[in-house]
């Protein structure tokens, strides 16, 4: 499939086969965070907090708690953790409570088979920026090995709930929780 896309000079790209396509949205909310708490410490504010929809980044002198949902049960919180200046990105099976009250399987497609990931139900990844954390939150759910070497690489640390509902965290997790 990597020779479904070819890389041109200028910037450009093309596609070799019809129907092939490029989804951004795994690096895209982190992104998107990132840029929002730059403009907000570029305006002055000394302190927040900014979510999108499961990637957000805490920034300033004040530590922020937020929770963490079990992917196989939103309804459930698995506790708080706090955060100063980093991020959390989050990756999990899709959840509308309005239209339904199950949830779906991970949209996260392993590119090895072209199936979904299915030994981890969900991801959650601190990290120093959120489009790092976005994007390691799909790394960590395909593949736990090539996520753990990942994770030491850009200094971030997980939280796994695996297929079976066992929750798996990384030592330095553990470190950053009480760090914070």
């Not at 509902?165 to 030592?171: C, P, S, V």
Request: with cysteine.
């Amino acid at each position: 499939m990597a020779d479904a896309i070819e890389l041109l000079p200028g910037r450009r790209v093309r596609f070799r086969e019809p129907g092939v396509r490029i989804d951004l949205g795994g690096i895209a909310k982190g992104f998107a965070v990132n840029c929002a708490t730059d403009v907000l410490r570029n305006c002055g504010v000394p302190n927040g907090l900014v979510n999108a929809g499961g990637d957000l980044a805490a920034f300033g002198p004040n530590s922020h708690s937020v929770y963490i949902r079990d992917p196989c049960s939103p309804q459930r919180l698995l506790g708080p953790i706090e955060l100063k200046d980093e991020a959390l990105a989050s990756s999990a099976g899709r959840h509308d409570p309005f239209r339904d009250a199950g949830v779906l399987d991970p949209t996260i497609i392993d590119p090895r088979t072209g199936e979904r990931a299915r030994s981890v139900r969900g991801a959650n990844v601190r990290a120093g920026s959120c489009m790092i954390a976005d994007a390691l939150t799909k790394v960590v759910m395909i593949e736990s090995e090539t996520g753990a070497v990942l994770l030491r690489e850009y200094d971030a640390t997980a939280l796994t709930i695996a297929a079976n509902g066992e929750i798996r965290t990384t030592a330095d997790w553990r470190r950053a929780c009480l760090a914070a």
